[in-house]
């Protein structure tokens, strides 16, 4: 039985005191403890929602990281920063990293062996855009970005990381991929997982499902096979991630 993650991706939302504010607001309605829960916050939200989240089951995460340990790398953070920081996941590779920032297949490769190399749990974020879909290419697009992704990590290695699939036409904008596609894609995923490592492995690796998660579809996309939990954008800056929390 895999243990569900829900984690809130804020993206570039909330000033170091709005941070704050959030997690005393949401702090004691995400007190589930049968799941994970994971605060992803912009760098800069990082040591005072580690501060502000103290004591509770709050596990606080990364949006982004660098590759490199320290050095001439001027606005990037390293990994050794955010675990001395008290971060234990990061996002890798999310769509608008990918859109925005170029960052491709090979390097993404990278930041997940670095994260795992500093015990970081990575949530490596993958998904096609809507012309794909219509083109009938999903899963094998997928399939592509995911072996890439796990391009040298070992087994043992792999059960530390988390997928989450997130169809980019269904990020931010309410149109919330039906239960039936999410769970084909994150089906298929853990076949390509299964294919690159064996079939104990790919059971363990949890697999969520992010794009318009809300407080009214959550319990339904979470009682899929394969959807372990989800990767929430918007909703998770509102008292309704809670609703998501304790689907
Ligand atoms: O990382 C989260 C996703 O991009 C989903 O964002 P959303 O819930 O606002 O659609």
Known sequence: MRRKVIAGNWKMNMTPSEAVKLVNDLKDNVANTAVDVVFCVPAIDIVPV???AKGTNICVGAENMYIEEKGAYTGEISPNMLVDAGVSHVIIGHSERRQYFKEDDEFLNKKVKKAIEHKLIPIICCGETLEQREEGVTLTFVKGQIKAAYEGVSAADAL??????????????????????AEEVCASIRKDLEEIYDTDTASKIRILYGGSVNGSNAAELFAQENIDGGLVGGASLKPEFANIVNY
Not at 161 to 176: D, L, Q
């Open 50 to 52: 580690v501060e502000a």
């Open 160 to 181: 530390n990381t988390i997928v989450a699939y997130e169809p980019i036409w269904a990020i931010g904008t309410g149109k919330v991929a039906t239960t039936e596609q």
